[in-house]
């Protein structure tokens, strides 16, 4: 089985920071392409930032310059530095990833797999 777990939410003032972290855990999984969503109460599931398995990057206009988007393969992990938080970047972050895993000796692979989410607060 695969398992997305999304951690490193909280509450931080306005121009502050957070990391947040999402672990992909299962039988030799390895993860292709993922990303950040988030999602704020009464709005629409935004992409926050993506990132390929050959690595390549992409962020949403609201975070470009703010976020940072990354990955450490040995780990299994994505990262999402956010820097210069703002109010309107409350939401809960939801961490969607892309790859392999292997189950009774045959490698499969995993689409669209989600975890939990973690919420992320700005306020002062």
């Known amino acids: 089985q695969v398992q997305v777990v999304e951690s490193g939410g909280g509450l931080v003032q306005p121009g502050g920071s957070l990391r947040l972290s999402c672990v992909v855990s299962g039988s030799g999984v390895r993860i292709d392409d993922g990303g950040w969503y988030r999602q704020a109460p009464g709005k629409q599931r935004e992409l926050v930032a993506s990132?390929?398995?050959?690595?390549?990057?992409h962020y949403g206009d609201s975070v470009k310059g703010r976020f940072t988007i990354s990955r450490d393969n040995a780990k299994n992990t994505m990262y999402l530095q956010m820097n210069s938080l703002k109010p309107v970047d409350t939401a809960v972050y939801l961490c969607q990833a892309d790859g392999e895993y292997e189950e009774d000796g045959v490698v499969r692979l995993f689409r669209n797999f989600w975890g939990q989410g973690t919420q992320v607060t700005v306020s002062s």
């Open positions: 990132i390929s398995s050959s690595g390549p990057t």
